[in-house]
């Protein structure tokens, strides 16, 4: 932010103030002074120009009224902005309420308590209670129509402030000790503040002044510090909450009188005097910082005394009360915006969310997209593109360099386009304080350390870039550097963190950079200039004072620095040749010029010429050309764009006045004297004195509108020689056209067709019957390279896909098309478009940019391309180094590589089956194994089926599918025991189940028939469970036979097996080992034809000859079981 001192009134008389308060919603001032002085004055701007706005347009005091009824010297004064009430107080203790009437400000109320005086009053948030303190310890709260709700006496204490919390719960009392107390909002004591900011502070003190901000503006921070108290000794903390324990603590090192926040919470000033140590009178200053205690700016302010201050609703100036005057400071913001692609970006808070609210403008079509992003820190634009830097989401998932850099990223970069879209995002340890960019890198700084990001957009990028993921390409597109390093370009071989976070004694101030050059600012005043993209230190120079903003020109040459104190002045970085015969005067690299300007707070240099620049200083904008400056021109606008002799300035003001609608009379363009003179003298004196200034200020600008008016007037030899110095080919090209035609009237239609007024040229050539002519250029308009791009622009893709179809075979603007479908992620359009200019790998390479692969793989098979399965494989690998198995087998799964797929799942479901926790999740795992390898089975059918030549029956195309399956892979648990894993924590469970429901003959019986599935399941589960089925089902035979089996486990530890023993000897004490029924262990489920299969509801073997079987993992049940069933009990596929 920048601040300067603009306007002072007088108080008549000479009567000292003792105070001074602004009213936020309608612009009153309020001062009270000595003898009962008590005035309310209103500044209104009076602009008959629409361009003078804001900051920029002349005030007159529109209201100088007096207000009679205090006898003794006002010390209070607050407003009540909802209720438009001003309430006053004075040394008697005499409070007046006021309430304004037809412009005029009347008594309302009055009260004397005739026992003390009014050290503090505050109205709450809503305006509907006031809380009055005196400095007896008597404390008044009322409510606005003037009932008293409640009082209370704070006996043997001094009042001297109050404040209420936003949510008016709270009330904050102010001790003329020092001490600050807090109360409920009925009066109740709560706890005694700790005051953290008073430690090591000798000598007694006082409060100065407590604010809290009630965040009717929003908040810069989610959880962000608002409540400020501050000491007359200059010590400071600002809290959260009442009772916050880690404050922000301040010591401003100066003599306090008032404190006030700004309109948003964003910025606490801070009043009162400083001793300098050169002088032995004291200066009035008022400082200002951030909720988080960072020092923004000082302003000296002359006078002997300062007794308050008083921000203006809107936040761009404040009133000091000085003596017997009234001095008024403009400020200019550091709004967080920026411009690109002829958009304006800015940001701004809302007080009912904790994010900041992101604007994207397109000034063109006047239309806004929003979005929004938490924490955000700033905004920074170059050509097409845009970096929101904020602090990171711990909620977000970090996939990217952070993991490799093995600690959680703090912060977060993130490139957008000109409509708020996100394309990349880095997260970052580095703090972004200052941010800036070029065409193709990002350079973000905090006090020490620099980090560099070669960011790429995803249109440029191939299928082959987007695989590979190797460690040195990530190290070539990020890089960390300390300040205090000297880079040389030659070993940088990657970010070494435990260096580049060292503390140094010399923090970085502020950065720039272009294509070419980096240029960091250090707080002594040295500056660094670094090389890019190859970051290396070539110079350093030192400058007299701290650096606040920096800027290159154009061709890197020339540095332009404001200070802290806003002076502007210029560095040479190359040998400039001097134009002065003097030697002595000749500038050299690194030399800066004798060009000072002071209060300044913006510059920009122009986009297309070294030498010319704009400035704002104060409310004037400069143009300098060669160091020479224009007439200046009246506005408040922050520069967006300076380019082709325009300067295009958008009112910030203005426009955060009502963010969320924002208006193009906000939005200013400013022809510099150059063109406005040629223009002037094109129109006025004739186009050969013109073109003789215009070769004495030559620019492109310039010779491109000479050209135009020539052609106008069809001076052909002028707009030749005009379309040559601007370097404009088709200019050239069209007048030699011209000069081939024979006809006055057909040169006409020609040059108002060049102008794009078809219409004009299709009634000028019908004027001539050239129908054919009228009808091209009618048309000329409406071509198809500027037709798909309409399309685009429009986002009608159907339109576009109407296009693709009309357009013919290889058509040149095929390509192109395609390009903008993927750009938007319609993948089937953009093959269709690439495949119609037979570019099958162009049309791969989308179907992989968007995770397409079952597309992908299906052209590659059907163009005979081979490098689809390395691609595959990259991306597998990818997933791999990552540990996201599953995504490779769905990645499998899409590009049909089901046996790849399956035996990834095989290993998933093998590993969560080794933690014995979750047997259904085990179970699930090994059925989607097993539907995977079931695919695999169809796909080598169906491909045996489509190679047949003749027709055979299904039978034979079967036995060849599976005669592949046998000479192509050797897995046979895969292929062969697909069902296997299932099958066994299937009947695993069921048991279990059968048993907690109690068939306990069911359960005992499945797990009879988990026996044969000891290679899955550890036996000594399936032996126990069996053991405990039995033992329920009294058949103590089974359950001997499966204690004996226990006990000759190898994989028992001795300590288990003992256990099992005294177990079993408990048992069988009690119980024979003989079963109850005719049932034994070794009872085979075999027929008469073979092994019976097993049904898969009860467990059971068969034995009817009718039975249900499953269409997909081919397995039974018997039919009056499953007709209780939706789904198979095994895979869960639906029962048709």
């Known amino acids: 932010m920048f601040i300067y001192l603009s306007k002072k009134i007088a108080v008549p008389n000479s009567i000292h103030l003792k105070c001074v308060s602004w009213n936020k919603d309608q612009g009153f001032i309020a001062c009270g002074g000595d003898n009962g002085l008590l005035r309310v004055l209103k500044l209104e701007t009076q602009a008959d120009d629409a361009k003078l706005k804001g900051l920029a ?21 607050t407003w009540n902005e909802q209720y438009e009430k001003l309430t006053t107080s004075d040394q008697n203790g005499l409070i007046i309420v006021w309430m304004l009437y037809k412009g005029v400000w009347y008594e309302e109320m009055i009260n004397n308590r005739n026992k003390s005086v009014v050290r503090s009053m505050s109205w709450n948030a809503d305006g509907q209670k006031i809380c009055i303190v005196y400095e007896d310890g008597a404390v008044i709260v009322g409510s606005v129509d003037g009932n008293r709700i409640w009082g209370k006496e704070l006996k043997g204490n001094q009042l001297a402030h109050v404040a209420w919390s936003p949510d008016s719960k709270i009330l904050l009392f102010g ?24 430690t090591n502070a000798t000598g007694p003190v006082s409060i100065a002044g407590i604010h809290w901000y009630a965040g009717t503006g929003g908040y810069v921070e989610p959880d962000c510090p608002c409540l400020a108290i501050c000491f007359d000794n200059g010590r400071c903390q600002i809290m959260r909450y009442e009772n916050d324990e880690n404050p922000v603590c301040i010591d401003t090192l100066m003599n306090v009188v008032s404190i006030q926040w700004n309109h948003c919470g964003s910025v606490l000033a801070v009043a009162g005097s400083l001793r300098a140590s050169n002088m032995e009178k004291e200066i009035n200053v008022v400082q200002f910082y951030t909720p988080f205690g960072e020092h923004l700016r000082t302003l000296k302010v002359p006078g002997n005394q300062m007794t308050g201050v008083a921000w203006e609703g809107g936040g761009l100036r404040i009133g000091l009360a000085v003596d017997y005057y009234i001095y008024f400071a403009n400020i200019r913001p550091d709004y967080k915006w920026g411009y690109c692609c002829s958009t304006v970006v800015y940001a701004y808070t809302k007080p009912e969310r904790q994010e900041y609210c992101v604007v994207f403008w397109d000034t063109k079509n006047n239309e806004k997209h929003v979005k929004y992003v938490k924490s955000l820190m700033s905004i920074t634009t170059s050509g097409d593109f845009c970096i929101l830097a904020s602090k990171a989401d711990d909620t977000q998932p970090q996939e990217d360099s952070e993991l490799e850099l093995g600690s959680h990223a703090r912060y977060i970069l993130i490139l957008c386009n000109s409509i708020g879209t996100p394309l990349d995002s880095k997260y970052i340890d580095t703090e972004p304080l200052f941010v800036t960019m070029t065409k193709t890198h990002v350079i973000a700084a905090s006090k020490e350390v620099f980090y560099l990001w070669q960011y790429r957009v995803a249109k440029k990028l191939t299928a082959l870039e987007i695989n590979q993921v190797t460690k040195t390409k990530k190290e070539g597109r990020e890089r960390v550097y300390h300040i205090d390093s000297n880079p040389s370009g030659a070993n940088d071989t990657g970010p070494d963190l435990a260096k580049a976070f060292t503390v140094t004694q010399d923090p970085i101030c502020c950065i720039t950079a272009t294509d070419k050059t980096l240029i960091m600012g250090r707080e002594s005043g040295t500056i660094h200039r670094y090389s890019l993209p190859n970051v290396v230190l070539i110079q350093k120079y030192t400058l007299n004072n701290r650096a606040h903003y920096l800027s290159l020109n154009c061709n890197s040459s020339r540095l332009a620095i404001i200070d802290i104190a806003g002076v502007l002045t210029l560095l040479d970085l190359e040998v400039r040749a001097s134009t002065d015969d003097n030697a002595g005067n000749q500038a050299s690299a690194g ?39 224009e007439e200046p021109i009246q506005t408040s606008g922050y520069i967006c764009n300076f380019e082709d002799l325009e300067i295009k300035s958008v009112l910030l003001d203005e426009i955060m006045k009502d963010p969320e609608r924002p208006n193009k009379d906000n939005l200013i363009n400013f022809e510099i004297r150059s063109l406005r003179d040629s223009r002037a003298l094109i129109e006025k004196v004739g186009i050969e004195d013109a073109s003789q200034f215009i070769e004495d200020n030559p620019h492109p600008r310039l010779w491109r509108l000479l050209a135009e008016a020539a052609l106008q007037k069809l001076d052909l030899k002028t707009a030749e020689h005009a379309f040559v110095r601007c370097k404009d080919y088709q200019g050239i090209e069209f007048v030699k056209r011209l000069a081939n035609l024979q006809s006055e009237p057909m040169k006409q239609a020609e040059v108002a067709a060049y102008f794009s007024r078809f219409e004009e040229a299709e009634r000028m050539y019908l004027d001539m019957d050239r129908r054919v002519n009228a009808v091209q250029y009618y048309l000329q308009g409406h071509n198809q390279e500027r037709l798909a791009e309409c399309y685009y622009m429009l986002e009608d893709y159907d339109g576009l896909e109407r296009l693709t179809a009309v357009l013919p075979q290889n058509h040149k603007l095929l390509p192109e098309i395609g390009q903008m479908f993927a750009t938007v992620g319609m993948c089937e359009q953009a093959v269709n478009a690439y495949l119609k200019y037979n570019q099958p790998k162009a049309a791969v390479d989308t ?56 035996k990834l799942m095989f290993k998933i479901a093998d590993e969560e089956a080794k933690k014995r926790t979750r047997p259904l999740r085990v179970k699930k795992l090994y059925v989607l194994a097993a539907c995977l390898t079931e695919n695999y089975h169809e796909q080598v059918k169906m491909s045996q089926q489509s190679k047949a030549k003749v027709k055979k029956s299904e039978a034979t195309f079967t036995l060849a599918g599976l005669l592949e399956e046998d000479a192509t892979t050797s897995d046979n648990r895969i292929l062969d025991n697909a069902w296997r894993g299932a099958e066994a924590y299937h009947f695993f469970l069921l048991a279990q189940r059968q048993l907690y429901e109690g068939y306990k003959e069911n359960a005992m019986r499945t797990a009879l028939h988990l026996r044969e599935y000891e290679d899955i399941i550890p036996a000594v589960e399936i032996y126990s469970l069996l053991a405990i089925c039995s033992a329920v089902n009294c058949a103590f035979g089974t359950c001997s036979q499966a204690f004996t089996k226990l006990e000759s486990l190898e994989s028992l530890e001795p300590e288990q097996r003992l256990l099992y023993e005294e177990l079993a000897l408990e048992i ?3 119980h024979t080992p003989k079963d109850s029924r005719m049932m034994e262990l070794d009872r085979s489920s075999e ?14 073997p068969i ?6 079987m499953c269409s997909v993992c081919k397995h039974c049940a018997l039919e009056k079981e499953i007709s209780k069933y939706n789904c198979c009990p095994l895979c869960h596929s639906p029962i048709g």
Request: contains cysteine.
């Open 57 to 77: 347009a002349p005030s007159n005091l529109s209201m100088n009224q007096t207000l009679e009824g205090h006898s003794g010297a006002v010390q209070v004064v």
């Open 175 to 198: 001790m003329a000790s020092g001490e600050v107390q807090i109360y409920d909002n009925q009066g109740n004591f709560i706890m005694k503040m700790t005051i953290s900011c008073l």
């Open 591 to 629: 030399n800066p010029s004798k060009f000072e300007r002071k209060d300044v707070w913006d510059m920009k240099w122009a986009n297309d010429n070294p030498d010319l620049f704009a400035m704002m200083e104060k409310t004037r904008m400069y143009v300098f050309r060669n160091l020479d400056p």
């Open 847 to 902: 179907c992989v940019h968007l995770n397409q692969w079952n597309k992908a793989v299906e052209l590659a098979r059907t163009h005979n391309m081979k490098e689809i399965k390395s691609l595959l494989s990259k991306y597998a690998s990818h997933f791999l180094e990552k540990n996201k198995i599953l995504e490779v087998v769905e990645l499998y799964r899409k590009a049909h590589h089901f046996l790849d797929a399956a």
């Open 1068 to 1070: 069988f004490t009690k």
């Open 1087 to 1100: 027929g008469a034809e073979g092994k019976l299969p097993t049904c898969i509801v009860t467990g059971l």
């Open 1103 to 1108: 034995q009817e000859y009718q039975f249900w």
